[in-house]
């Protein structure tokens, strides 16, 4: 009986160690925002999820998938974007980022391109 209930405290301190470190990872919250070459591009990101949108005219695409932000082979802040198309294919693309603000209004970089948050 001692011995399960050792396994078990043990276990349990393992699973909490495992959350604290999981819930430090950089998020962001909100939308962003900003002009492209020929539209608008908007960010919204929730949890660790993302949904880009990108609008010309009166037409609109999205895509959604999930984001982490971590550094590169050499210690640069990176995105990194994972979307799934139709057939279960998944793709990760990594971009460059920052964030900052001006005057009291959020932004973040991808690639050097700024968008505030909304």
């Known amino acids: 009986m001692k011995t399960a ?52 005219g009166n037409t609109t695409t999205t895509s959604e998938g999930t984001y982490e932000i971590a550094k590169d082979e050499n210690g640069n802040q990176v995105i990194k974007f994972t979307t799934t198309d139709g057939d279960g294919k998944s793709t990760t693309t990594s971009s460059k980022f920052s964030e900052g603000s001006v005057d009291g209004k959020a932004f973040i970089e991808i690639d050097g391109v700024r968008y505030t948050k909304d």
């Open 5 to 56: 209930i050792k396994i078990t405290a043990v276990a349990l301190v393992a699973i909490m160690l495992v959350c604290a470190f999981a819930s430090c990872a950089k998020t962001l919250s909100g939308s962003y925002s900003g002009k492209a070459l020929l539209g608008t591009y908007t960010y919204e990101f929730k949890g660790n999820k993302v949904t880009r949108a990108y609008t010309v």
